[in-house]
């Protein structure tokens, strides 16, 4: 799905509850923005994760409930659920989402499948000469990292055939990814 870039813009005149009114005019204020830059960044998720959410069969739970769950096995055990989670469901997600997989399909779907929309963690990457690096920083724990350094080693590895160098710590996560250039 292209990004509208911020001069395709177009006019929409629709009525709302004076109460939702109400609650939006006041969360923007709150957020220092205007209910119109609110209102796109609501659509957005919307057209890029909401619609998605109930066919992709995605519940939302509570980091603490996830916490706990990890919590419960050992380290070996968050890194090989990792891996056996990375197999296919992410192949199903984002050839559903997307599809197509592609190195970009992929790391669209860690930034805003499990970051943004699904809330694993803060997402950031950058490029340096034939590497990306992204860097997920998360409040889940050791065990966190090491089922997500289990669950994106398996993403790269049966979607795209790739290794990738993986570094972890209690709360945080970074992938090299080396880069061709075409």
């Known amino acids: 799905m292209p990004t509208p870039s911020p001069s395709s ?24 923005i205007s209910v119109n830059a ?6 957005k998720q919307y057209t890029e994760f909401t619609r998605f959410q109930s066919k992709l069969d995605m519940i939302v739970i509570n980091r603490e409930i996830f916490t706990s769950v990890l919590n419960c096995v050992e380290e ?5 659920l990792g891996l056996e989670m990375g197999t296919e469901l992410p192949n199903d997600t984002i050839l559903f989402w997307k599809k ?9 779907y860690i930034e805003k499948i499990l970051c943004i929309y699904g ?3 803060t997402y950031d990457e950058i490029t340096e000469a034939n590497k990306k690096i992204i860097v997920i920083r998360h409040r889940l724990g050791f065990k966190g990292s090491k089922f997500l350094l289990g669950y994106i080693k398996s993403l790269f590895k049966n979607m795209l055939e790739m ?13 090299q990814l080396e880069i061709t250039t075409e």
Not at 9 to 32: C, T, Y
Not at 38 to 43: A, Q, R, T, V
Not at 76 to 80: L, P, V
Not at 100 to 108: A, G, K, L, M, P
């Open 119 to 121: 809330k694993i963690g």
């Open 100 to 108: 197509h997989v592609s190195t970009e399909s992929v790391i669209e």
């Open 38 to 43: 609110m209102m796109n960044s609501i659509l």
């Open 76 to 80: 070996n055990q968050a890194f090989d």
């Open 163 to 175: 290794d990738c160098e993986i570094q972890i710590t209690d709360h945080s996560i970074k992938v």
């Open 9 to 32: 813009s177009s006019v929409r005149s629709f009525r709302i509850d004076k109460a939702f009114s109400e609650i939006l005019h006041n969360e923007a204020d709150r957020m220092g």
